[in-house]
């Protein structure tokens, strides 16, 4: 049976940071459908080069995303919402939403809702209402509601801080190949060195090597559940 993943950050390479190890681990097991979403068009992501216009930048990531989203055999998916300027209203809730029917979303991962930048708060805020919403039907999107609501997972704050994740995944098998895709987002790259002197490189090997310290893994990412009804399900008994 197939399951269909999607994963929701608020900017281009948030994904990549906290998920994409996860999502390898996902397409080695095989019956699997994956879409990324990005809320924000990351058209503020240009501080590296100040003679790019929002326009191009936006441009940019979205090619860098969908390059990471293809090599994965998945689907990407860019709402177009201003980057750093992000709101929950009715219209982004009726699109991710529409987002994970058409996905026939099974599980859904997004940034937790206790993190550094409010366009990732806002987006945990929009996945939380997303999943509630998808099988609702008195709600009308362009595509069928589901079934059930999807299971949702917050996936780790940036460098961790305020956010204890219980669930861990072990990226080991996957971590090179991660470094590898993360890569791709080379505008982001120059970026983010710009903006706080962060290597995004380095930052995913510390956060995972800590993560996988945790779990006694060598690598690992780290996410929560949502406890809220109805996005929880059973899984195996505790230690199996």
């Given at each position: 049976m197939t399951t269909s993943i999607v994963c929701v950050g608020a900017h281009q390479d948030d994904v990549e940071l906290h998920c994409l190890g996860t999502l390898l681990a996902?397409?080695?097991?095989?019956?699997?459908?994956?879409?990324?979403?990005?809320?924000?068009?990351?058209?503020?992501?240009?501080?590296?080069?100040?003679?790019?216009?929002?326009?191009?930048?936006?441009?940019?990531?979205t090619a860098e995303a969908a390059a990471v989203a293809?090599?994965?055999g998945g689907r990407y998916v860019c709402l177009d919402a201003p980057d750093e300027l992000l709101e929950d209203t009715p219209d982004l809730r009726l699109a991710l939403t529409d987002v994970l029917r058409a996905a026939r979303a099974d599980v859904v991962y997004?940034?937790?809702?206790?993190?550094?930048n409010v366009d990732h708060t806002v987006t945990s805020?929009?996945?939380?209402?997303?999943?509630?919403?998808?099988?609702?039907?008195?709600?009308?999107?362009?595509?069928?509601?589901?079934?059930?609501?999807?299971?949702?997972?917050?996936?780790d704050a940036i460098t961790g801080l305020e956010w204890q994740p219980t669930t861990?995944?072990?990226?080991?098998?996957?971590?090179?190949?991660?470094?590898?895709?993360?890569?791709?987002?080379?505008?982001?790259?120059?970026?983010?060195?710009?903006?706080?002197?962060?290597?995004?490189?380095?930052?995913a090997e510390v956060v995972g090597a800590f993560r996988g310290l945790q779990c006694g893994v060598a690598y690992a990412e780290a996410f929560a559940p949502a406890l809220a009804w109805p996005r929880l399900r059973p899984g195996p008994l505790p230690g199996a």
């Amino acid at each position: 049976m197939t399951t269909s993943i999607v994963c929701v950050g608020a900017h281009q390479d948030d994904v990549e940071l906290h998920c994409l190890g996860t999502l390898l681990a996902w397409r080695a097991r095989g019956d699997v459908e994956i879409t990324t979403v990005t809320v924000t068009n990351g058209d503020k992501g240009g501080q590296h080069d100040l003679s790019l216009s929002h326009a191009r930048v936006a441009e940019i990531r979205t090619a860098e995303a969908a390059a990471v989203a293809e090599r994965l055999g998945g689907r990407y998916v860019c709402l177009d919402a201003p980057d750093e300027l992000l709101e929950d209203t009715p219209d982004l809730r009726l699109a991710l939403t529409d987002v994970l029917r058409a996905a026939r979303a099974d599980v859904v991962y997004a940034p937790p809702p206790v993190d550094y930048n409010v366009d990732h708060t806002v987006t945990s805020q929009l996945a939380h209402h997303a999943c509630l919403l998808a099988p609702v039907r008195t709600i009308a999107t362009d595509h069928e509601p589901l079934a059930r609501a999807p299971q949702l997972f917050y996936t780790d704050a940036i460098t961790g801080l305020e956010w204890q994740p219980t669930t861990y995944v072990d990226i080991s098998p996957h971590f090179e190949r991660k470094l590898e895709l993360l890569e791709l987002h080379e505008s982001q790259m120059a970026n983010m060195d710009q903006f706080g002197g962060w290597d995004l490189r380095r930052y995913a090997e510390v956060v995972g090597a800590f993560r996988g310290l945790q779990c006694g893994v060598a690598y690992a990412e780290a996410f929560a559940p949502a406890l809220a009804w109805p996005r929880l399900r059973p899984g195996p008994l505790p230690g199996a």
